[in-house]
């Protein structure tokens, strides 16, 4: 089997630049040659030295009737490839693909220009589910002016592939976003009770989405934290998190106010009920999360005490 490797999208989504990358990777800088097949001219070039240096050979196929099972194996035969790469014309309808029947696609990703995401996804939607239909990952870049829509792309993508992984990028590079439907745990609860996996993704998540748990109860089990000179009736329930290594770990928690903080034992084991606000805090240098405890009762320790993020 000849593996195959499709990167599909419009016209200046991004398909050289991801190709580009690949390419100028060690892992992909492997024993044998690299076909790149080429079905559209867009602006930006392949570098002689990076083909050189990845052993890398260039067909175009300018004509939608020239993608052929026969005409793919003549092209084969010239080069004899270890791997294929395919750079598809996004105005070919990928249904219409037809491969040699011995080469495989091991990978097929569609890139997508955030930018101008929603006018093809108006104008040219059978074209577009058709790239996305196979693809198990979908690159969005150039978000930068489309950060708000994000939530709307998604379910987009995900109402035509819902096994597709979907990556949006600016131009810092990839934007870490949760989205609401992603989160584990159901926000219209009375009461949304965090386990170990949930309450790391609800720290995170309320940093950037406050405003989706004010007024929200939580319950969740935490270790009691007490700062030299806090405030008096607050204390900070929290966990203790592995963010990469042993060696990295932080306490992820929020101040919380209870009338009987002082009675609590620095390290000791509670199951917090309380509900989230958003007030002044000293310590954020401006409005972040406090909580109110409704509930605070004493617990044995949870099985895994540190929450890892690797």
Not at 47 to 53: A, F, S, T, V, Y
Request: proline share 4%.
């Amino acid at each position: 089997m000849k593996p195959v490797y499709v990167i599909n999208g419009f016209l200046e989504s991004g398909k050289t630049e991801f190709i580009r990358f690949t390419l100028a990777q060690p892992y992909f800088q492997i024993k044998g040659k690299t076909l790149l097949l080429l079905c559209e001219e867009g602006e930006t070039e392949y570098e002689e030295e990076l083909l050189k240096k990845s052993r890398t050979e260039i067909e175009r196929i300018e004509e939608e009737a020239d993608f052929t099972p026969e005409h793919l194996t003549e092209l084969e035969k010239k080069h004899r490839p270890e791997r294929i790469i395919i750079e598809y014309n996004g105005m070919w309808n990928y249904k219409n693909a037809r491969l040699p029947w011995y080469w495989k696609i091991e990978q097929q990703i569609t890139t997508i220009d955030g930018s101008s995401f929603s006018m093809y996804y108006t104008n040219m939607r059978s074209l577009l589910a058709e790239m996305i239909r196979g693809s198990e990952m979908i690159i969005f870049n150039r978000c930068d002016t489309v950060r708000e829509q994000l939530n709307s792309f998604k379910r987009n993508i995900k109402a035509v592939n819902a096994q597709a992984d979907v990556i949006f990028e600016d131009s810092n590079g990839e934007i870490d976003e949760i989205f609401e439907e992603d989160l584990p745990y159901d926000l219209k609860q009375e009461t949304i009770v965090l386990d170990n996996e949930g309450y790391g993704i609800w720290y995170l998540d309320s940093m950037d989405h406050l405003e989706r748990y004010v007024g929200k109860k939580l319950q969740f089990v935490a270790m009691v934290l007490k700062p030299e000179n806090f405030p008096a009736g607050y204390f900070v329930p929290g966990r203790m998190a592995m963010t990469c290594c042993a060696d990295d770990m932080a306490f992820l928690g929020y101040a919380c106010e209870y009338a009987d903080a002082g009675a609590l034992k620095q390290k000791e084991w509670v199951k917090v009920t309380a509900v989230v606000a958003k007030e002044y805090w000293e310590d954020y240098k401006g409005e972040g999360p406090v909580l109110h405890a409704l509930r605070v009762e004493k617990t044995r320790a949870p099985k895994d005490e540190v929450i890892s993020f690797t």
